[in-house]
């Protein structure tokens, strides 16, 4: 009975193994987003350059509501440095929602998409820092918010290639685990 305990035991192991594993390898990667003032005060939201190439759509939305308040979709290829006025509409992309006049409310949060995956900034209550970029994480200079450029994670089938290779690896594994271990416990009554 010793050694069944101990297979069951290893068992579960396994699969909590596999399932953190599954678990870790589904956090796609999205890029930073940040914010600015611009020459006017008026704040630029900043997308790290990596990631500014798989942006698809930037909307504002309303913090409680969720409203959308602004928003602009991608419409061409042509490259993006990644900054743009809060409300306003860079090449390449082309308004959906306008801008209304008035400022945009403290607490909404600016949505940059890739069509898949989305990275978040929340408008401050206060004043931005010049010469720095303020992210949800805090106030960071120029140097380190570029530093860690990353691309968002790409979208369809092809994504999930890895994860399911791996996952299946797993479960090959456990299954031959389970295997051996029901062997050696036969073995052991018998």
Known sequence: MAVVGIALGAVVVALMALVLMVVGMSDPAV?????????????????QRE??????????????????????????????????PVGGVPRGFEERVPAGTESFPAGSTIVVTNGCYGSYVT???????PGAITTDDGVLDVDEFSADG???????PDDLKTPLAIAGGGVVLLLGGIVLL?????RRVT
Not at 123 to 129: E, Y
Not at 151 to 156: D, K, L, Q, Y
Not at 182 to 186: G, I, N
């Open 123 to 129: 408008m401050p209550r206060g004043a931005l820092t």
């Open 31 to 47: 890029p930073w987003v940040g914010l600015t003032p611009g020459a006017d005060g008026a704040p630029n939201l900043v997308v």
């Open 150 to 156: 990353s691309a968002f994670s790409s979208c369809g």
């Open 51 to 84: 990631g500014a190439r798989g942006v698809t759509e930037v909307s504002l939305e309303a913090e409680t509501s969720f409203d959308v308040l602004w928003s602009v979709e991608r419409v061409s290829d042509e490259v993006w440095d990644g900054v743009i």
């Open 182 to 186: 029901v062997a050696t416990a036969r």
